[in-house]
């Protein structure tokens, strides 16, 4: 099995930017390329931006899809194989020193990989675009560090009330409209001013935020796998308008949706 040393992958390697810690880079792979069983000697991110592949793994054999994020422990023996699209992936990858500054790494004591998705994690599409629009040294690792801290700190966990759990499933399930404060409080039989003081604090986020949360992730979902365009989306999410749907985008990545999703894909 190939090791491989670090920054190397397969595929063509088209941006990269590294310091003593890190070493960022974006890959293209050709449609149908087929990968060779390997591991890496660091461990790394991988976050797919475009295209889809089947990976067989030393643990489990899964397929990733455009938006999800892998995360392979060193070692990790694997093999991949493309699908019928050009791949796309951005790598974040774990110099041996950054390890060693820190306390009980989590990811670095992991055994197999973890998957999850990337819209969860805004910086992962904010830092990419930078490094694919403006490679140089003054790409911000401090986002990636403040991601490594809250697994290494995590917020301590409270018992969540049954009806915290069900306004998250209503927010979730109903995501073509924007839920009122006494509509909520009515589904949950919940006084609204406590319902929106607990929820805040079982959640971390006021309803607003976490109503926008859900639906930026699932139109993430939506630019990526669908050919559906910004007026499609903002209706099925229930934004207001075209607008309102903008905004609340660029709020969080700077940018139009439109834009975003041209910007992954060229």
């Known amino acids: 099995m190939l090791n491989l040393a670090t920054g190397e992958y397969f595929g063509k390697s088209t941006k990269t930017v590294e310091n003593e810690y890190l070493k960022l880079c974006i890959t293209n792979y050709g449609p149908e390329t087929i990968i ?16 889809s592949y089947l990976e067989e793994g030393e643990v489990i054999t899964q397929t990733i899809a455009p938006g999800e994020v892998l995360y392979r422990p060193k070692g990790y023996g694997h093999r991949n194989c493309f699908e019928q699209n ?5 790598n974040i990858e774990f110099k041996p020193d950054w390890f060693n500054h820190l ?23 904010k ?11 003054n790409i911000i690792f401090n986002e990636v560090y403040d991601f490594y801290s809250n697994l290494i700190t995590p917020l301590p966990k409270r018992d969540v009330l049954p009806w915290v759990k069900n306004v998250g499933e209503i927010v979730q399930e109903e995501l073509h409209k924007f839920h009122s404060l006494d509509e909520l409080s ?4 919940v006084h609204p001013v406590y319902l929106s003081r607990a929820f805040k604090l079982y959640s971390g986020y006021t309803l607003k935020e976490f109503q926008m949360k859900v639906k930026i992730e699932r139109a993430i979902h939506l630019l990526l796998n669908t050919p559906k ?9 229930g934004f207001y308008d075209d607008s309102h749907f903008i905004r ?6 700077g940018i139009s949706p439109a834009k975003f999703k041209r910007n992954l894909r060229t």
């Open 103 to 125: 306390i009980n790494p989590p990811l670095n004591r992991k055994d197999k990989p973890i998957k999850f998705s990337a819209a969860k994690y805004p910086f992962f599409y």
């Open 86 to 90: 050009d791949g796309t992936c951005f």
């Open 127 to 137: 830092l990419f675009l930078q490094l694919k629009k403006h490679p140089s040294d």
């Open 186 to 189: 009515n589904k949950v039989y």
């Open 229 to 237: 365009n910004v007026s499609s989306i903002s209706f099925e999410l």
């Open 248 to 253: 609340a985008f660029k709020s969080i990545y």
């Open 36 to 51: 060779a069983a390997h591991n890496h000697e660091n461990p790394y991110l991988s976050l797919l931006v475009n295209g």
